[in-house]
């Protein structure tokens, strides 16, 4: 064990430090559902860490880039399934500049940090480390093209009581708390006693890093999350069609429709359906706009006045002028539509096409077959439900950007519905990660989640992220279910929406602070 821990804090093979990155960003990825191996969280952050140890910036560049790139291309493997491996590769390899620079910044920063003397050494080197990489995801979340939220670390420890700190910190918190406390235990790790340091010293150089570690996952485990201060409640039915309504998929003229009523008219028949307030469809559940075409207005008012009787809110696109709208409609008996909302977050490359010009030069095969752009859209995710408190809509990806969920509950919303198509990514992971991301909101906001998809996985979540019912995939299948409704704002969305942008700040701080005082000892030395 010695020899070992003296090679890897001493060695600074390339190829050998290439290798242990690698295996920290498959480490990172294999926490993340559904390979659900929560403890590789700390596996990859200490890989990682060991990697760049007595490295300079340009070496922990590389062997950043090398280390997000393996995280990225197992986590969204799932992408090969949409347009092949060609855009999966490209978005990896802009994650994985991403992450390179920050694990180059975290180089940099621990290097000087290890160099002078300042009090709790370890502790602040991990505090700074936490927001580098905290900072990582912010940017990477954010740009470009408004980024990509999906692969953030806080959203692995969905299946474990640790998921229970994202009701206090946010999604975003539980990824700094994560990483400090994997740096603190790996800084610990690389920085021994001297042989011969006798038991008592050591238990004693171990004491603050395992107390802090036992803190964290203690309070985790043991406090339970506080229960909603209302018993009011909502009885939802849910949808699943088992429609192929993929971008490029090429269905009969309102065969999708037709599916989702059929589930639908299925269930209320069966009276299992009894007592609903509300019915939610998925994104794209109609393929035939009802707002601007008579004859899918005419099934869902038939539908809804004669057999549901109750508002449902389905998936549609329209055109409003000249622009086109993926939006979720409500459709209230003897009324007809009387909300929408249009997504506020168009996929890039999926629902529109950034300087297409640019694109189309480069891969005209492929950028031609997205021939639309979907407008972004205004209006508010919030449906006022008759005699009930109002809920928020969000479609797929937009289950990741933690904006819109802040807006909704800040709007009023007591429940959440994520309407989603996940048609395009066949049975590879992507429903059972979106659908994880789904049960994290539930912790985050508090609020009941309903989570329907036109394949699966589609389910409802508690305000504690347990399942309370699931479909299976790729099935024609409906959830009724009274979810409970909720006010009272969780911490996470009090102060949550500080911490990513705080941490990127701080992280940038640390690195500059860093990067000036190695150029000020090195110009010590050689002067």
Same mark, same amino acid.
Do not use: C, H, Q
């Given at each position: 064990m010695h020899k070992f821990r003296l090679w890897l804090i001493e060695s600074k093979n390339f190829w050998g430090k290439s290798l242990l990155a690698v295996l920290a960003g498959l480490a990172l990825a294999s926490s993340f559902p559904a390979y659900n191996f929560g403890l590789g969280v700390f596996f990859g952050i200490f890989l990682l860490l060991t990697s760049i140890k007595n490295l300079g910036f340009f070496k922990s560049l590389w062997l950043g880039f090398f280390a997000g790139f393996a995280f990225y291309g197992l986590v969204l493997i799932w992408l090969t399934t949409y347009l092949g491996p060609i855009p999966w590769f490209a978005l990896c390899l802009v994650e994985g500049l991403f992450f390179a620079i920050a694990v180059a910044m975290i180089s940099i920063t621990w290097r000087f940090l290890e160099k002078i003397n300042i009090p709790a050494k370890k502790v602040i080197t991990s505090f700074a480390i936490g927001a580098i990489y905290l900072g990582r995801e912010y940017v990477a979340g954010h740009f470009p093209f408004g980024g990509l939220a999906w692969a953030r670390l806080g959203l692995s420890q969905v299946d474990n009581f640790m998921a229970k700190w994202a009701w206090a910190v946010d999604i975003s918190g539980l990824t700094w708390l994560l990483v400090f406390i994997s740096a603190y235990l790996t800084l610990t790790f690389l920085t021994p006693l001297p042989q011969g340091s006798g038991l008592v010293k050591r238990l004693r150089y171990w004491l603050p890093v395992l107390t802090t570690t036992g803190l964290v996952l203690a309070l985790a485990f043991f406090v339970e999350l506080p229960k909603p201060d209302n018993t009011k409640t909502l009885r939802v039915a849910a949808v699943q069609g088992n429609a192929n309504a993929g971008l490029f998929a090429v269905n009969p003229p309102g065969s999708i429709l037709d599916k989702h009523l059929t589930v639908a008219k299925?269930?209320?028949? +069966?009276?299992?359906?009894?007592?609903? =307030? %509300?019915?939610? !469809?998925?994104?794209?559940?109609?393929?035939?706009?009802?707002?601007?075409?008579?004859?899918? +207005? %005419?099934?869902? +008012?038939?539908?809804v006045n004669?057999?549901?009787?109750?508002? %449902?809110?389905?998936?549609?696109?329209?055109?409003?002028? +000249?622009?086109?709208?993926? =939006?979720?409609?409500? !459709?209230?008996?003897?009324?007809? %539509?009387?909300? !929408?909302?249009?997504?506020?977050?168009?996929?890039?490359?999926?629902?529109?096409?950034?300087?297409?010009?640019?694109?189309?030069?480069?891969?005209?095969?492929?950028?031609?077959?997205?021939? !639309?752009?979907?407008?972004?859209?205004?209006?508010?995710?919030?449906?006022?439900?008759?005699?009930?408190?109002?809920i928020g809509s969000l479609i797929c990806f937009e289950a990741t950007i933690d904006e819109l969920h802040y807006d909704l509950v800040d709007q009023g919303a007591q429940a959440l519905m994520i309407q989603t198509n996940s048609s395009d990514f066949g049975r590879s992971i992507q429903g059972v990660q979106l659908a994880a991301i789904s049960r994290m909101r539930a912790i985050e906001t508090g609020r009941t989640v309903v989570a329907i998809s036109t394949v699966g996985l589609s389910g409802i979540y508690s305000p504690d992220g347990q399942v309370l019912q699931e479909l299976p995939t790729f099935t024609p299948a409906a959830m009724v279910q009274d979810i409970t409704l909720r006010s009272d704002k969780t911490p996470a969305m009090i102060f949550g929406r500080y911490i990513e942008p705080t941490a990127t700040l701080l992280g940038v701080i640390f690195f500059l602070i860093a990067l000036l005082g190695s150029l000020k000892i090195r110009r010590k030395r050689t002067s």
């Open positions: 299925k269930l209320v028949a +069966s009276g299992k359906a009894e007592g609903v =307030e %509300l019915m939610v !469809w998925p994104e794209n559940s109609s393929d035939l706009d009802p707002v601007t075409m008579v004859d899918p +207005s %005419l099934k869902i +008012s038939e539908f004669e057999e549901l009787k109750a508002p %449902l809110l389905f998936g549609n696109k329209t055109y409003r002028g +000249s622009k086109f709208f993926n =939006e979720v409609d409500l !459709w209230e008996p003897n009324r007809g %539509l009387v909300d !929408w909302y249009d997504k506020k977050r168009p996929v890039p490359f999926g629902e529109y096409v950034p300087y297409r010009s640019f694109f189309m030069a480069l891969a005209p095969d492929m950028i031609g077959l997205i021939g !639309w752009d979907m407008a972004p859209g205004e209006r508010d995710g919030i449906f006022k439900i008759k005699g009930k408190a109002p």
